[in-house]
């Protein structure tokens, strides 16, 4: 197989980086990679590297960390080149960057496009209780995951995945379809398909407040919801007049089975009410416990 392509990987996570990483294990000559400036985190609010940058520089890959990546049109030009692909970079990319990609760049999404455009689609995906997810290969335009598509794999939801394991998940299948279809996508011999528009849903970029539990919505809700936010935004919620964090729930039958289990009613509904049962949570004191340790200890 012809190693003549010059590859620029854009990307920032841990989804980013199991592709990035398969493409290095498949012999793919990757020249460059395009991930986000340093970032400060934590109580201290030292700058921390994007997981890409760190695996990156073991393989002594060149990095660049623009805040607007439009910007270094010239600098990645200047690497000639053939192909960019593109897995949860974060940041639009102007159609003036493409151009300098003779090849374009082909963006991994986990998603069945046009279902779940945008930046939460793992998340939207297990909120929405779906039976089936997917990776999408596309050809990346200036517009949100609107180019068309080179080629969908399938993959079926149990409906016990968690946000974790779902990135975990798509990762490991996202970089094992792009090194299987890469070959014929460089070659020419896999032409894009247009994406039916009049089908697209969008996702959105997700903030803290998304995790808010407010008990106003059924049970069925709040336990994906605790699946599908567990790494970010999370689920907080006020249980006995403590702020929590719920990291595991199912749903129960009733209150009064010797557990923590909350009421969930919705709201201005005549409709009857369901229960949560909470199984571990994160308590005030920023402790790991099970819900009946919180029940006996805390709630009166």
Request: with cysteine; proline share 7%; glycine share 10%.
């Amino acid at each position: 197989m012809s190693r003549s392509e010059r590859l620029v990987f854009f990307g920032t996570d841990g989804f980013s980086t199991a592709i990035f990483q398969r493409l290095i294990a498949a012999d793919w000559p990757v020249v460059g990679v395009v991930t986000q400036p340093d970032r400060p985190s934590g109580r201290g609010q030292k700058k921390v590297a994007p997981p890409l940058k760190v695996i990156a520089g073991k393989y002594k890959t060149k990095v660049f960390q623009p805040e607007k990546v439009g910007k270094i049109i010239y600098e990645l030009a200047a690497l000639e080149p053939s192909h960019g692909i593109l897995a949860a970079y974060g940041q639009i990319v102007p159609q003036s960057l493409i151009d300098i990609f003779p090849g374009g760049i082909i963006n991994v999404h986990p998603s069945l496009l046009p279902k779940y455009r945008g930046a939460s689609p793992i998340e939207a995906a297990i909120l929405a209780g779906d039976h089936t997810s997917g990776i999408s290969l596309m050809a990346l335009n200036a517009y949100m995951d609107e180019g068309p598509v080179y080629s969908q794999r399938g993959v079926v939801l149990t409906g016990e995945e968690t946000q974790g394991s779902l990135y975990e998940r798509m990762a490991e299948i996202g970089g094992a379809f792009l090194v299987e279809k890469l070959p014929a996508i460089a070659d020419g011999s896999l032409q894009p398909k247009p994406q039916d528009n009049s089908k697209a849903t969008y996702t959105k970029l997700l903030k803290k407040d998304d995790g808010v539990i407010d008990w106003t919505k059924p049970a069925e809700i709040y336990e994906r919801q605790v699946r599908a936010y567990c790494v970010w935004p999370k689920s907080r919620a006020k249980i006995a007049g403590y702020e929590v964090i719920v990291t595991k729930a199912r749903l129960a039958r009733d209150e009064n089975n010797g557990q923590l289990v909350m009421t969930c009613r919705q709201a201005g509904r005549n409709a009857e009410p369901t229960y949560l049962e909470i199984i571990e949570l994160i308590g005030p004191s920023g402790k790991h416990m099970s819900g009946r340790d919180f029940l006996h200890g805390y709630k009166k």
